[in-house]
């Protein structure tokens, strides 16, 4: 062990890990990076298949997102949005969200990351209704296995198990449903038919809560860590439909799918669904410093507006001035680097090509994809899609194979994701994809 690993074993707790496990291995250090390459302390080169957690959406070496914090930090390093004062950067990145998000939403509250901002839909999803007098319109219906964050009420809107359990005293009036994992969970052959079924759990749970006691429904257009989940095309316009004809929000948690994930700058556009509120985090900044955002539809803004009342809500860190100024970089280099018309003609299809041959090999039960987000499934029969036993971690075998392999993969259980950077060229996938087989060739010799 480095002396840096053993300072990090002796001193750091990491989110997400077993301290146990942790302590006896050492974590992986990683040093530097470079395009969607990152390095560890050994100097391996190891090409990032998760973009980080999801949001290094321009890849590591952005010169010009460097460039807007520097500046920023030397004009004015940090001031806040509370007791009306702003700054530029807030100022300006408001302006810009509003053109880029999807028509009708022009106001954001700003936050400092994901959970923040879903802490903040259930707060302002119920100050909405207070506000129309329907004080009892308190309910957020949720989706099991849906991933919200990490604060209490982030981990109460997530439909994590695990999650649950260790959060003990979880936010209350929160109901989850059943969620589109076709490949997990059905096993006919109509997906089309399973989507309509699993959109219309929303439908049935409002008749029996009582479309007066239900404030919202909340969902990741695709689920991102509950492995990747890609609803059938059938399910988001029949979950738009519910929500007009019982006048419920629609929240669209798009912290991984937003700022060109899915090809689009959201994937609402991509699925064609008009939400109330928008939360956006991750790659508005492609993670060079932390930012998070809700987006808010005129309509329900207005109702924000005409209250007369304080909505008593807010973070030192809301809109951070040099989080802000990379952000606006951010969205200046998408445009500049013409990043979703170049991922919709040319490398979302080569992606797809490329991840779909996954499918060939024999541990792999499905390949699929969506945008620059793809998953396999790892099976030991392929025509019943049977599992090999949990104790095996067959997925956390794959993972250690892909590292040795000079890829990053994630595990979900048995389920492998990626969601590189968007920067990614066809020779950068084609070489993702080779490294991807050689790791499952290592844990089919494993097993
Ligand atoms: C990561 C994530 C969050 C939480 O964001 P943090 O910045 O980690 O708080 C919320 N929602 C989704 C869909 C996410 O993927």
Redesign the pocket.
């Known amino acids: 062990m480095s002396e840096l690993v053993e300072y990090d074993a002796q001193h750091c707790f990491h989110p997400f890990s077993n301290y146990h496990d942790l302590n006896r291995k050492g974590s992986r250090m990683i040093e530097r990076a470079e395009g969607v390459y990152i390095f560890d302390e050994h100097g391996h080169q190891i090409l990032d298949g998760m973009s980080g ?3 290094v959406n321009l890849g590591y070496s952005c010169q010009p997102l460097i460039e807007a914090a520097t500046k920023q930090l030397s004009e004015l390093p940090y001031y806040n949005l509370f007791f009306q004062t702003s700054h530029p950067p807030a100022a300006r990145l408001a302006k810009l969200l509003a053109e880029v998000t999807p028509e009708g939403m022009n106001h954001v509250f700003f936050t ?7 802490d903040t839909v259930v707060r302002m999803v119920r100050y909405y209704w207070n506000n129309l007098g329907k004080t009892n319109k308190k309910t957020i219906i949720a989706r099991k296995n ?6 209490i009420a ?1 981990a109460s809107l ?1 439909g994590m198990e695990f999650m649950h359990k260790q959060t003990g005293c979880l936010v209350p009036d929160i109901v989850h449903i059943d969620q589109p994992y076709a490949f997990g969970e059905y096993d006919g052959d109509d997906i089309q038919a399973f989507g309509l079924e699993r959109a219309r759990q929303l439908e049935a749970k409002i008749l029996e809560l009582g479309e007066d006691n239900v404030a919202a429904f909340i969902a ?1 257009p695709i ?3 509950g492995g990747v989940i890609i609803p059938p095309e059938s399910y988001w316009p029949e979950i738009q439909r519910i929500c007009d004809k019982y006048e419920i929000l629609l929240v669209a ?5 937003g700022f060109g994930r899915t090809g689009e700058w959201f994937a609402s556009q991509t699925y064609n669904i008009r939400p109330d509120l928008l ?1 956006m ?2 790659g508005i900044t492609s993670g060079y410093l ?1 930012l ?1 955002g809700v987006m808010v539809r005129d309509e329900v803004a207005q109702v924000l507006k005409d209250a007369n009342s304080e909505f008593a809500h807010g973070f030192t860190y809301s809109g951070h001035p040099a989080a802000c100024a990379v952000a606006i970089a951010n969205i200046e280099e998408m445009q500049k680097q013409h990043i979703i018309p170049t991922l919709k003609e040319s490398i979302i299809p080569y992606f797809a090509d490329k991840w779909q041959q996954l499918a060939q090999h024999p541990l792999v039960g499905e390949a699929r994809s969506k945008g620059m987000v793809g998953a396999i499934e790892l099976v030991r029969d392929k025509a019943s899609k049977e599992r090999y036993s949990k104790e095996l971690e067959v997925g956390m075998m794959c993972r250690e194979n892909c590292i040795a392999s000079g890829l990053v993969m994630r595990a979900v259980g048995d389920t492998m994701i990626v969601s590189p950077p968007l920067i990614i060229t066809k020779q950068e996938i084609d070489l993702l994809v080779e490294r991807a087989t050689l790791a499952l060739d290592k844990t089919l010799a494993n097993l």
């Open positions: 957690l999801w949001c400092g990351s994901g959970s923040e901002c879903n849906a991933y919200h964050g990490s604060t982030g997530g990741e689920q991102g860590a948690d798009e912290v991984i799918c939360c985090a991750k932390p998070g």
